[in-house]
């Protein structure tokens, strides 16, 4: 995604001083960035590649301000303001829902219409399937599991019995069974 300095300095409430109207499209160490980079200075072992930076702009403490040859996005949190801002940046596409051909759904399972469910995966009568879950390929889920809205699960994972919390990302061949997962 690409902000205005200003837009973003919006999204994370912090203090923008300099020109709002720059584009932000990434996110960059001080030594390393580009234009359109964004960069931070939490850590004051940093300072000295802060003058000849050339980020669009950098994430920084009212201490360091000063100092910057480009504008600056003050915040008592430089690090959390930095993360923010990369999650801000680099959202994931939305999830293209359906079931792939191969997969096996029983009719007595419920799936949301907007999950993601790939190949090889079988749902077993008595699942139910959350909002924009995304099951990677091979997934067995058995009858009693509940997966909540917004999870994401990888390849080859068996699931149980189980509660899986919204939110959650389960790596590529676990098997969870009678647990509640977030």
């Known amino acids: 995604m690409q902000f205005t ?3 973003l300095a919006a999204s994370l409430g912090v203090e923008l001083r300099g020109d709002g109207d720059v584009p932000v499209v990434s996110v960059g160490t001080l030594q ?3 234009q359109g980079d964004l ?3 939490a850590n004051p072992k940093y300072r000295k ?3 000849t930076t050339r980020a669009c702009a950098v994430l920084l403490t009212e201490e360091y301000a000063a100092a910057s040859p480009v504008p600056v996005l003050i915040t008592d949190n430089p690090y959390l303001g ?3 801002a990369a999650r801000l940046l680099y ?3 939305p999830l293209k829902a359906g079931v792939h051909p191969s997969a096996l759904v029983n009719s007595a399972a419920r799936v949301h219409r907007s999950a993601r469910i790939e190949a090889h995966c079988v749902i077993k009568a008595g699942a139910e399937i959350g909002a924009r879950v995304h099951l990677g390929p ?3 889920i058995g009858p009693r599991v509940y997966i909540e809205r917004n ?3 990888g390849s080859d994972v068996l699931i149980k019995d189980a509660v899986i919390l919204r939110n959650t990302r389960i790596e590529d061949g676990r098997q969870i069974v009678g647990e509640v997962v977030s």
């Open 5 to 7: 300095l200003e837009s």
């Open 32 to 34: 390393n960035a580009g």
């Open 39 to 41: 960069s931070f200075l």
């Open 49 to 51: 590649y802060l003058p």
């Open 82 to 84: 930095y993360a923010r």
């Open 91 to 93: 959202r994931e596409p």
């Open 138 to 140: 091979g997934c067995v």
């Open 151 to 153: 999870v994401t699960i």
